[in-house]
Nanobody
């Protein structure tokens, strides 16, 4: 059974940085896509970044390009989201998710973590 566990959230001031981590277990296939999503209160869940683990190809939402970086450590089965120059609008619950294909849609991702809260104050 696939399990994803996020960590690293917290409270920071605008302009600060955080690194989110996602520990992956139970995934038997070597080819999959890992994504980071976020959901603020009363808003839909949105994709932030994705990485195709086989090739290392990355995708980013326009709102985070140049500020966030998704990376992976295949040996440790970890995926990270490095977040720099954080803004109050980045405040949300952040989720790690896994899918076979690296498509944008939330529905494409079958496995989800429990989420980690990021709060950015102005």
């Amino acid at each position: 059974q696939v399990q994803l566990v996020e960590s690293g959230g917290g409270s920071v001031q605008a302009g600060g940085s955080l690194r989110l981590s996602c520990a992956i277990s139970g995934y038997t296939s070597g080819h999959y896509c890992m994504g980071w999503f976020r959901q603020a209160p009363w808003k839909e869940r949105e994709g932030v970044a994705r990485i195709y683990t086989t090739t290392g190809t990355t995708y980013y939402a326009d709102s985070v390009k140049g500020r966030f970086t998704i990376s992976q450590d295949n040996a440790k089965k970890m995926v990270y989201l490095h977040m720099n120059n954080l803004k109050p609008e980045d405040s949300a619950m952040y989720y790690c998710a896994a899918a076979v294909y690296c498509m944008t849609d939330v529905a494409n991702f079958r496995y989800w973590g429990q989420g980690t809260q990021v709060t950015v104050s102005s």
